[in-house]
């Protein structure tokens, strides 16, 4: 089993910038594909970026690219979201994922391909 702890969320000014760590423990994450959804309040939880095992990889949502960018330390088993020019409908919990059989080179952006999910960390951007 492999327990995901995220944070660094928080409320910002639109602009801002925010860090969100995803820190894993039960088992080493460097054979796992890695992502981070969020879900605004009412509405369904959506993917915004992942990495591959390597760390070659990435893909992101098309409104945070440029802004966000996903990165991983497997020496820490760790996975990182930077998150620049926040925008108010950046807004929502952001959850950190892992897929343990990724099937791919290309990090999967499908929800069900993750097999254990964090508990979420809230950033708030502020107008």
């Known amino acids: 089993q492999v327990q995901l702890v995220e944070s660094g969320g928080g409320l910002v000014q639109a602009g801002g910038s925010l860090r969100l760590s995803c820190a894993a423990s039960g088992r080493t994450i460097s054979s796992y594909a890695m992502g981070w959804f969020r879900q605004a309040p009412g509405k369904e939880r959506e993917f915004v970026a992942a990495?591959?095992?390597?760390?070659?990889?990435?893909r992101n949502i098309d409104s945070v690219k440029g802004r966000f960018t996903i990165s991983r330390d497997n020496a820490k088993n760790t996975v990182y979201l930077q998150m620049n020019s926040l925008k108010p409908e950046d807004t929502a919990v952001y959850y950190c994922?892992?897929?343990?059989?990724?099937?791919?080179?290309?990090?999967?952006?499908?929800?069900?391909?993750?097999?254990?999910w964090g508990q979420g960390t809230q950033v708030t951007v502020s107008s």
């Open positions: 994922a892992a897929d343990s059989f990724p099937r791919t080179l290309v990090p999967t952006t499908r929800g069900s391909d993750y097999d254990y």
């Open positions: 990495i591959s095992v390597s760390g070659g990889s990435t």
